[in-house]
């Protein structure tokens, strides 16, 4: 997924860089809970650990069905200041030797004043039969949020910088 941001990359990074929480998460839509457990300075930037939990926008009775906790994951994200990314593993709560789901963000500069900021996502869901149909889902509502949490991050830099 691919994102342009009309301010420069060293502005957009100095900020992101310094730890300051852009777009607080659970303002997703779908994201119910998040919750920053650990956050620790690193030799090449930071380290930040979340519970997560995505039920937000499930209808309640399939929420009740499936349990809240099948819905809960920890991310973990590594920020590497010097190369300005972002890398992410999710771990769920459940099943956590037949899901792998890893995420890439950066940010990189585009032109004399623009920023592109680049999600790139590996996930994959080891189960027979329900495997793909898990995956094909969860990819739905990583896309959803990646798009409104780039537009969220709009929003704030536009504030931030001035449109």
Not at 80 to 96: R, Y
């Amino acid at each position: 997924m691919e994102h342009r941001f009309p301010w420069p990359a060293d502005k957009i990074w100095a900020v992101m860089s310094g730890g300051e929480e852009a777009v607080p998460m659970d303002k997703l839509k779908n994201v119910s809970q998040c919750v920053e457990v650990e956050h620790r300075k690193t030799d090449r930037g930071f380290f930040r650990k979340y519970n997560w939990r995505v039920d937000g926008e499930l209808p309640r009775p399939l929420v009740h069905i499936i349990g809240k906790e099948m819905l809960t994951f920890v991310e973990e994200t590594e920020w590497d200041l010097g190369k300005a990314v972002l890398k992410t593993k999710v771990i769920p709560h459940f099943f956590t030797d037949h899901i792998t789901c890893r995420i890439t963000r950066s940010y990189a500069t585009s032109g004399d004043s623009e920023t592109l900021y680049l999600v790139k996502g590996f996930l994959e869901v080891r189960l027979p039969l329900i495997g793909r149909l898990i995956e094909s889902t969860i990819v739905h509502y990583m896309i959803k949020n990646n798009a409104e949490y780039a537009e969220k991050l709009r929003e704030f830099f536009a504030i931030r910088f001035g449109s």
